[in-house]
């Protein structure tokens, strides 16, 4: 089953009206009585964007944006999505995977981004005076894993606990991100050094980061 990441994201927005806050359209909550408890809402301003922020990297396959109930479509129309890792000019000039259109209140438009790669999706209305209403934001797509191999070398014997622990501390050396995961192309079995000479008898190991 597709998960919608963007849950686990956070989001800001260009302007705040009223109590109308960037976190209402990540809530979960994709249809409401009015637009009210569950939908964002940005001051009447020129360029006005919304940016959620998935925390990690993501390859993103969908985006369904889903309009107001209540009326005012228009402040859900052309709109525009972009994804990427970039926040040159708030994230807005990142590229570009689709544009809403007016549709019926109420309305969830799916968009397909062909695995766009970006840890930040906007939502923006460029170069007019607007507002940008958005009830909820759905971001379907899969975590980018980054794979680092190291070799690591010993003045002495080690065994496999104590192996993993030079690994983490070499990493750890060069990564501030702690969450990682520690997995062995080869398991070590026995000695791995002998006489004060390397001997390295696995293969380099494999850290994913998730």
């Known amino acids: 089953m597709e998960e919608n990441v963007a849950l686990k994201g956070t989001a800001v927005q260009s302007s705040t009206y009223f ?12 249809y409401a ?10 001051d009447n301003e020129l360029n006005p964007w919304w940016r959620l922020d998935l925390l990690d990297s993501y390859y993103i396959y969908k985006v369904t944006v889903t309009n107001r109930g209540d009326g005012w479509l228009e402040q859900t129309a052309g709109v525009e999505i972009r994804i990427g890792n970039s926040l040159e000019n708030n994230g807005n000039n990142n590229p570009r995977c689709g544009v809403t259109s007016l549709v019926p209140a ?19 209305i460029p170069n007019i005076q607007a507002i940008l209403t958005l009830c909820e934001v759905e971001v379907y797509g899969t975590v980018k894993k980054q794979v680092i191999r190291v070799q690591v ?7 496999e606990a104590e192996l993993k622990e030079l690994v983490l501390n070499k990493l ?6 702690q969450d990682v995961t520690l997995t062995w192309r080869t398991q070590p079995n026995g000695k791995v050094f002998q006489k004060n000479r390397t001997v390295l008898k696995q293969s380099p190991v494999c850290s994913s980061l998730n």
């Open 19 to 30: 109590t109308w806050g960037a976190a209402n359209a990540i809530d979960g909550i994709r």
């Open 153 to 159: 070398k010993a003045a002495e014997n080690v065994d």
């Open 106 to 124: 109420g309305s969830s438009v799916s968009f397909s981004c062909g695995g766009m790669e970006g840890r930040y999706v906007n939502m923006y």
């Open 33 to 42: 009585p009015g637009f009210a408890s569950s939908c964002s809402h940005t």
């Open 172 to 177: 750890n050396q060069t990564l501030s991100d």
